[in-house]
C-alpha cells in the first residue's frame, strides 16, 4: 500500500463509515477522529482506532486541530481524509497548516500509482480530470456523500480512547440558531427522483414527491432548484460541487444535463431522462429517455405504478 496509516476526521457521523471504508482499502490502519462523548467513539464505524474530542456547548470541533494534527504526527506519514461539509473544510484548512501540507478539495478515484496515492479532480466545469498526488509525508483530503462504498462487515472499533492534548479556542459561540431544512442521505440511496428547472412552481414538488414514493425512491434536485429558488434544502441537490450519487435508478425530471450536474450523477446504474426539449443534453448522458411534457407524463407514470 501507499501509505500505512490514514486518519478519517468527520463532523458527521452518517458519512463516517463511507470514509472508514475507503481509507481501509488504501491503508493498513485506519484511525477515526470524531467530535461527542465516548459513546459515540463506541458506534460501528469500521476503523481500527476511534480518538473522540468532547465538544461541549460553548466549543467547536475546530479548536481541536492543534491536538488532531499532534496525533497525525506520530506516524511518520499519513493521508488525512476529511468530509467535505463546511466545517469539515475549515477543519481541512487547520490541519493541513499545522502538517505543513496542502489539501486536495472534492477528491475522487482515489487509487495507489508508483507508491503514492493519487485522486482525480473534476476541474473546467466538468469538462476534464486532473490527477494528483502528494509528495509530502502528510496529505489532506476531502471527499463528498458517495465517493465510497460503506463496507457490509464493518465493526466497531477495539481502541477507544479520548484525544490527548486539549481544544484551544480560536473564538467563542454567543448564539445559536438551528437549521430548520431536514435533508436524505442521497448517497446511499438506491433511486432517486431528479428534480431540475423544468418544474414550474414549488407546489409541483409534491408531485415529484408522490411519484417518488410510489417506486420507493428519495427526492434530489439540481443546484439551482436549491440555491437559487430555494424550494429544496441544500443538502439535496445533486453534481460536482452537491452529493455524488450512484443509485440502481435515478429518474430525472426537467434537468437540462449541464456537465455541473452530470458529475454528480454519472455514476448511477441506469438513468431515465424526461424532458420537453429533444436537443437538451441530458439525453446524451441517459440509458432511457422520452422527450414530453412532466406535467403529462409523471402523472401518468403514477397512475400506472401506484
Given amino acids: 500500500m501507499a501509505i500505512s496509516s490514514v486518519f478519517v ?11 472508514c471504508a475507503g481509507a481501509k482499502s488504501m491503508a493498513e490502519k485506519v484511525t477515526a477522529v470524531i467530535f461527542g462523548d465516548e459513546a459515540a467513539a463506541k458506534a460501528v464505524c469500521g476503523a481500527d482506532a476511534v480518538r473522540y474530542c468532547p465538544v461541549g456547548d460553548d466549543a467547536c470541533p475546530e479548536d481541536w486541530a492543534a491536538a488532531i494534527a499532534d496525533e497525525i504526527k506520530k506516524e511518520p506519514t499519513a493521508a488525512v481524509f476529511v468530509n467535505n461539509s463546511i466545517r469539515g473544510r475549515c477543519l481541512a484548512g487547520k490541519l493541513a497548516t499545522r502538517l505543513d501540507t496542502a489539501v486536495l478539495t472534492n477528491a475522487a478515484d482515489l487509487c495507489e500509482e508508483g507508491g503514492k496515492l493519487v485522486c482525480s479532480r473534476t476541474v473546467y466545469g466538468g469538462t ?13 483530503f476531502t471527499f463528498g456523500g458517495g465517493a465510497f462504498e460503506p463496507a457490509a462487515d464493518a465493526a466497531a472499533a477495539a481502541d477507544v480512547a479520548v484525544m490527548p492534548g486539549q481544544p484551544v479556542a480560536s473564538y467563542k459561540r454567543i448564539a445559536l440558531q438551528e437549521k430548520k431544512e431536514v435533508g436524505v442521505n442521497l448517497a446511499v440511496a438506491k433511486r432517486i427522483v431528479d428534480v431540475g428547472r423544468g418544474l414550474a412552481k414549488e407546489e409541483d414538488l409534491e408531485m415529484c414527491r408522490k411519484l417518488a414514493s410510489v417506486i420507493g425512491a428519495e427526492v434530489g434536485c439540481s443546484r439551482p432548484v436549491a440555491e437559487n429558488n430555494k424550494w429544496m434544502p441544500k443538502s439535496s441537490y445533486m453534481g460536482i460541487t452537491g452529493t455524488q450519487v450512484k443509485p440502481d435508478l435515478i429518474l ?3 434537468v437540462s444535463g449541464q456537465v455541473q450536474h452530470i458529475g454528480g450523477i454519472n455514476k448511477s446504474k441506469v438513468i431515465v431522462a424526461i424532458n420537453k426539449d429533444k436537443a437538451a443534453p441530458i ?8 422527450v414530453g411534457d412532466m406535467y403529462k407524463i409523471v402523472p401518468a407514470l403514477i397512475e400506472k405504478l401506484s
Fill in 252 to 254: 430525472v425530471l426537467g
Fill in 9 to 19: 476526521v468527520c463532523d458527521d457521523m452518517e458519512a463516517l463509515a463511507e470514509l
Fill in 128 to 140: 476534464a480530470h486532473r490527477k494528483l498526488a502528494f509528495s509530502s509525508p502528510y496529505g489532506v
Fill in 283 to 290: 439525453f446524451k448522458n441517459a440509458d432511457f429517455g422520452l
